[in-house]
């Protein structure tokens, strides 16, 4: 285990946002193949954090640095995938699957310059593996739930990232789709690391292989298991381990 | 009605309209699909603060209002990020405060007072060369913007955020975007007047977005169609001897009825023969 090959390292990272300081001190690795779960109640900064993982925003204080080895490119958050929280965008926008899966590749292409033959295979190739290459000329607008979000994953996948960040992924996923989305989370984590936001505790228990929890600073978690004492002792608010359906070898009472 | 095009008023309306039709169809999309219809509304009043201000000092009122009109976007662009203003107030403000401007210095002008009712309404008949000059000048800019830009503007306009994380400079094509839209506004005051361009950006969309679900179709569609209502409403304003400003978008209303009809007509007998064909 200890000769696993880091990629990103925060350094007593403090962000925000103009006067409001939302996180305070982080300090976080990520190596190859990790599972992170990120949780926290609402407003405690887990967006910040992807966002400054991202480079949406520079911290206030503190540091990042990507460890990605063969890169010969001097910016390296090209090699992180992206699936952004599904509440803020336009169903009504004119756009088809095929171009929505285009963008992924944009940061690669660049400026002024129009994709290539090799770009559009690799639409097409993101398009079949994840089932919806049927859909290439739908507009965006006329798909389901569960269909929009392979169409997210898509384009978050077809630049092949070193890591894939999720923010909360299972908003308009339903149940059944629910189940082969997170097989395919396992199947790709084989190839990269992913981070995962989520408020669904079930979820993330079921599936991540360590956790991070959030509230203004973070608190690491080497393992999958959430109890009352670990939310406790990371001054996680307790209601939120009171929300939604929770495996009982997950959670344990409180007292026990 | 041949002899028409035997007058130079009637030749210059014919080309304004095919460039107001270009400039409108191109960037009315982009102000359609980025739901910025309000944001433009507001640039559109405020222009006639510069107006009114070109009048007062002598200068070409238009290049005033363009000026006028570019400064106020890029404050509306960059005041909308701050999360401490509420955007839409701030720009019904804007929308008031400038037409309340316009109209003071028009009547702190010495003299003769400015044919107020051409820059409300438009007046294509009275169009001159040098505002074709000024209108294809400003085709070809957007023209080439779009070309150089085309995917940039999909996507950011499509998801901001995303764009930004794909490292495209999403500010500042914002910010050229707005200036675009703030220009192609101010041009076509002369066509269709400051209170009815709106809808020259949005209703020819309105009807491409009945047969388009594609960002590039729309664009190609709507300019077909601002065309068609700039011509339609030419035509009616000569014979009926009615506003051209008005006419043109009753036209562009009339086209976007029709199409909405026939569209759904086709839902219906595409519904009935899908039913027809169910067994029993």
Known sequence: MADKQKLVELNSISAGYQDRLVLENINLTLFEQDFLGVIGPNGSGKTTLLKTLLGLIKPFKGSIRFYFDHDNDHDPRKRIGYLPQQTMFDRKFPITVKDVVFSGLCSRVGLFKAFSNRDRELVDHTLESMGISELKHRSIGSLSGGQMQRVFLARALVSSPSILILDEPDTFVDQTFAHTFYETLKELNRQMAIILVSHDLGIISSHVKTIACINRTLYYHDSNIIDGKLLESYHCPIDLITHGDLPHRVLKKHGE | MLELFRYDFFIHALLASFLTAVTCGVIGTYIVARRIVFISGGISHTSFGGIGIGYYLGINPILCAAAFSILSALGVESLSKRSDLREDSLIGMMWSLGMAVGIIFIFLTPGYAA??????????????????????????????????????????????????????????????????????????????????????????????????????????????????????????????????????????????????????????????????????
């Open chain 2, 115 to 280: 044919n107020l009712m051409s820059y409300l309404f438009g007046d294509i008949l009275t169009v001159t060369r040098m505002d074709i000059y000024l209108m294809a000048g400003l085709t070809i800019i957007i023209s080439g913007v779009f070309f150089l830009f085309y995917k940039e503007i999909l996507f950011l306009s499509f998801d901001r955020e995303f764009a930004q994380t794909q490292r495209i400079p999403v500010s500042f094509i914002s910010s050229l975007l707005i200036s675009l839209v703030a220009l192609t506004i101010v041009i076509n005051i002369r066509i269709v007047g400051i209170i009815l361009v709106i809808s020259m950006l949005t209703i020819p969309q309105a009807s491409a977005n009945l047969i388009s679900q594609n960002f590039k179709t729309i664009i190609f569609y709507s300019i077909a169609f601002a065309f068609l209502s700039s011509i339609m409403g030419l035509i009616a304003s000569y014979i009926i001897n009615i506003p051209s400003g008005a006419s043109i978008i009753f036209s562009a209303a009339i086209i976007y009825w029709t199409l909405k009809g026939v569209v759904s007509l086709g839902h219906r007998i595409k519904k009935r023969k899908s039913l027809d064909q169910l067994p029993g």
